[in-house]
């Protein structure tokens, strides 16, 4: 089992930036790839971005050049550093993490970006 703590969400103005943390507990040495993703009302749960445990990372379009996922695999932590943020990118962000065959949830951070 793995337990995922999100936290680094809140209100910013537009252009602002925030910094989401997700912290892992239990069964981390079995963690391979971990990720970010968002839902936002009425749409469904979508990929921000994800990187593999050598570090390797993919970002959806719309965040490439504003976001920056990152682990600390000593301190079993991952870190996704959002710049220049929009309104739309207002949304619930949970962290993700994939321990084979099964992928664990954090409970989710709301980010709201007002314009």
């Known amino acids: 089992q793995v337990q995922l703590v999100e936290s680094g969400g809140g209100l910013v103005q537009a252009g602002g930036s925030l910094r989401l943390s997700c912290a892992a507990s239990?069964?981390?040495?079995?963690?391979?790839?971990m990720g970010w993703y968002r839902q936002a009302p009425g749409k469904e749960r979508a990929l921000v971005a994800h990187?593999?445990?050598?570090?390797?990372?993919t970002y959806d379009d719309s965040v490439k050049g504003r976001f920056i996922i990152s682990r600390d695999n000593a301190k079993n932590t991952a870190f996704l550093q959002m710049n220049s943020l929009k309104p739309e990118d207002t949304a619930v962000y949970y962290c993700?993490?994939?321990?084979?065959?099964?992928?664990?949830w954090g409970q989710g951070t709301q980010v709201t970006v007002s314009s």
């Open positions: 993700n993490a994939f321990a084979y065959p099964i992928y664990y």
């Open positions: 990187i593999t445990s050598r570090g390797t990372t």
């Open positions: 239990g069964s981390i040495a079995s963690i391979n790839a």
